[in-house]
């Protein structure tokens, strides 16, 4: 599952926008709700919510529509490259001059992009319009947020220094930087931001799992994203997988019969349905289970 494994979308960078658009108006922010719907991939209903914070404020509109669109590939096993595309259409909505917080928001969304296809060149360029930006967003008051924001850019940055050390040099090593990284992403995972929270829980289970197989760091992570939003049947691929890894085959095989009955009874399309059921009973017979 290295293509959901390597998913930075991000969302956090919606709280920017639309704190902006609060100032325009008092009603209720429904931010909350959309990250709700697209972790649980509810799609339905985070269209719903895409359209009431559109009418709101036009650039948070546009960072919740790229994480829809990533997230509906995924959903499907689709290949994320026609992203790019779709991104760069985006983009062209943007309103100048440009806004940092976006600006780093499209950045890293290319620049995992661009690594999931092994494309370490462009993605190294990328990570160069995230480094331009980096001075002036941590400028910003938001602490959390920019816990975040760090956090994520020096664990990336540490991935990057390993894949083209040649390209990323720097007086801090891959290992600094990561581990810096990694503290600040722990301090986010208590966040009473549920963004934000969820976006460090994620990181980190995808770090231990992935990176450093480590899978009981990984499992408090991934029981969070679980518990949290057991609709999504990527956190539960991970989830079996590092259940199994630890030996709990009955928590594992539970939480594998639990996710396909949701599954059927989701509001997912065919294709997502199928694709979902496919994913869990692969993370079962991976493992062995």
Same mark, same amino acid.
Not at 59 to 70: N, P
């Given at each position: 599952?290295?293509?959901? +494994? ?8 919606l709280c *920017? =926008?639309?704190?902006?658009?609060q100032?325009?108006? =008092?009603a +209720?922010?429904?931010?909350? *709700?959309?990250y709700?719907?697209i ?7 985070a269209?719903?919510y895409?359209?009431?914070i ?6 948070? *509109? ?12 995924i959903?499907?096993?689709?290949s994320?490259?026609p ?7 985006l983009t062209t ?6 806004d940092?917080?976006?600006?780093t ?5 290319k620049?995992r992009?661009?690594a999931?296809e ?5 993605a190294?360029?990328?990570?160069a ?9 941590? @400028?910003?008051k ?8 760090? *956090? ?6 540490? $991935?990057?220094?390993?894949k ?11 290992s ?9 992403l ?5 966040n009473q931001?549920p ?9 980190l ?14 499992l408090?992570?991934s ?6 939003y057991p609709q999504?049947y ?12 630890i030996? @709990?085959r ?12 949701l ?5 997912l399309?065919? $294709? @997502?349905?199928a694709y ?6 692969? =993370?079962?017979?991976?493992? +062995?289970?």
């Open positions: 599952m290295k293509k959901a +494994g390597y998913i930075l979308f991000f969302l956090c960078l *920017g =926008a639309e704190s902006r658009a100032k325009k108006a =008092a +209720g922010n429904p931010k909350s *709700g959309l709700q719907a972790m649980n991939l509810d799609f339905p209903a269209r719903g895409l359209s009431s559109d009418l709101v404020n036009t650039e948070a *509109g546009i960072v919740g529509e790229t994480q829809f669109l990533w997230w509906y590939a959903s499907e096993g689709e994320l490259h992203l790019l595309l779709l991104i760069d259409s909505l943007l309103p100048t001059p440009e940092p917080l976006l600006s928001h499209f950045s890293m969304v620049m992009l661009f999931l092994s494309n370490y060149i462009k190294w360029k990328a990570w319009a995230v480094e331009k930006n980096l001075p002036a967003l941590l @400028q910003q938001n602490d959390s947020l920019i816990y975040l924001i760090e *956090g994520m850019c020096r664990c990336i940055k540490g $991935e990057l220094q390993q083209i050390p040649l390209l990323m040099r720097d007086s801090v090593t891959h600094v930087n990561t581990a810096k990284g990694i503290h600040l722990r301090l986010c995972t208590t931001n963004v934000i929270r969820g976006e460090a829980n994620y990181y289970m995808r770090y231990y799992a992935d990176i450093t197989i480590n899978p009981l760091e990984a408090t992570y029981t969070y994203l679980i518990t949290t999504n990527i956190f539960r691929y991970y989830h079996i997988q590092i259940l199994l890894a030996d @709990q009955p928590e594992a095989l539970k939480m594998a019969i639990e996710g396909k009955q599954i059927r009874k989701s509001n399309n065919p $294709e @997502q349905k979902g059921i496919k994913l869990i009973t692969r =993370a079962c017979s991976l493992s +062995g289970g």
